[in-house]
């Protein structure tokens, strides 16, 4: 699958959002890279920054955006067809932006979005 198709894949994953959840999400850039960082070369997906829950109101000020990367090569390595890619895409999303709404691993899994 060709980067700019992963792209579309992407945004078409954020667009399953509800609109009041993505509503609040105007501090969160998602970006795709092809590799994830050399020490977890299995990562489909990453959320970095500070999750609502843990916000204070010293918090916005002079704060990056928070950041949601997706992995495309490990993605593509464990879809065989182009229809699992946009699934695996789709959880991987939904996962990451859950964190950002400060939903651990633990209760994602729980929930079925492991």
Do not use: K
């Amino acid at each position: 699958m060709s980067r700019e198709a992963f792209e579309d894949a992407v945004r078409d994953a954020l667009d399953l959002l509800p609109d009041d959840i993505a509503a609040m999400m105007d501090d969160v850039v998602v970006l795709v890279e092809d590799d994830p960082p050399p020490d977890e070369p299995d990562l489909l997906g990453l959320y970095e920054g500070v999750a609502l829950t843990e916000r204070d109101s010293w918090w916005a000020a002079g704060s990056l955006p928070d950041r949601i990367t997706v992995f495309r090569h490990p993605t593509l390595a464990v879809c065989e067809s182009v229809r699992e890619v946009v699934e695996e895409v789709a959880v991987t999303v939904l996962h990451e932006v859950a964190h950002h709404f400060g939903i651990d691993d633990e209760r994602l899994h729980e929930l079925g979005w492991g």
